[in-house]
């Protein structure tokens, strides 16, 4: 979106740079008044657009819940605000290089973040499609996670996560696909479980490592949420931002 918006801005710079160029042409008063008119709107248009998409790239983007993923803490169609800036500000063109931190991600917040390829379908990669997700990273670089029986364990602790809801009453049991813990994690790592019927995943999973520079990223509605267990950890990269305050509809208004 920020991408598009610049290209609009500039789109719209240079119509008013031609229309300052032919504005000689422009002689009777009608004529005048009407080009100072249309003008005024580009003017205001190219530095809006341009002012714009600088402020959503580098500081704050507007998202909408695109699905049910992470009830209830976050309802379909809510519209929130996102803090770009807060885990550092992305340099263009550097592949997800982030600079000037204010924190770290921690586990818990709730991250926006570019949905890696190995959640998109193959018509989407066909496409080059991008879309954003959102979800709570629950591990960091370095943590061992593990669900047994829809219980969350990380570094071999019990995880309290009083926002987790769960639809499914019942407890899907695991089955070994593989010969070893490395072939798990590799293919874990890889974003080769999306392929494996999410019923032999859901409910026991792992233990896998987070690897580095990566976080594990999981749906508060755990039960039905594409996430973190089927494709696998989210590289540092594809982060945009965290939530910050949730903005529509008004009942539920609140800083995240």
Not at 11 to 40: D, G
Not at 200 to 224: A, Q, W
Not at 226 to 251: C, E, M
């Amino acid at each position: 979106m920020e991408i598009k918006l610049f290209i609009a801005g500039c789109i719209a710079f240079c119509v008013a740079m031609l229309m300052q160029a032919v504005k000689k042409y422009f002689k009777t008063p009608v004529s005048q008044s009407l080009f100072k008119n249309i003008y005024s709107w580009v003017d205001t248009a190219w530095t809006a657009l341009i002012i714009a998409s600088f402020l959503m790239f580098f500081f704050i983007q507007a998202f909408k819940i695109p699905s049910g993923s992470m009830r209830n803490t976050l309802l379909e169609k809510d519209h929130l605000f996102v803090n770009k800036f807060i885990y550092g500000f992305h340099v263009p063109f550097s592949g997800g290089k982030r600079v000037i931190p204010l924190k770290n991600i921690s586990r818990g917040d709730i991250v926006v973040f570019q949905c890696p390829p190995e959640a998109l379908t193959i018509s989407e990669k066909e496409a080059g499609e991008k879309k954003d997700y959102i979800k709570r990273c629950i591990a960091l670089a370095g943590d061992i996670v593990e669900i047994k029986e829809k219980k969350l364990y990380v570094n071999g602790s019990l995880v309290d996560e009083p926002y987790v809801k769960h639809e499914d009453p019942d407890v899907l049991q695991s089955f070994n696909l593989f010969e070893n813990q490395e072939q798990y994690q590799k293919s874990w790592q890889e974003g080769k479980f999306t392929s494996i019927p999410g019923a032999f995943i859901r409910d026991n999973f792992g233990p896998v490592t987070v690897p580095e520079g990566s976080y594990m990223m999981l749906g508060d509605n755990r039960d039905f949420s594409f996430d973190s267990r089927y494709w696998g950890p989210v590289k540092d990269k594809y982060i945009k931002g965290k939530a910050l305050f949730l903005y529509w509809p008004l009942n539920r208004i609140r800083i995240i």
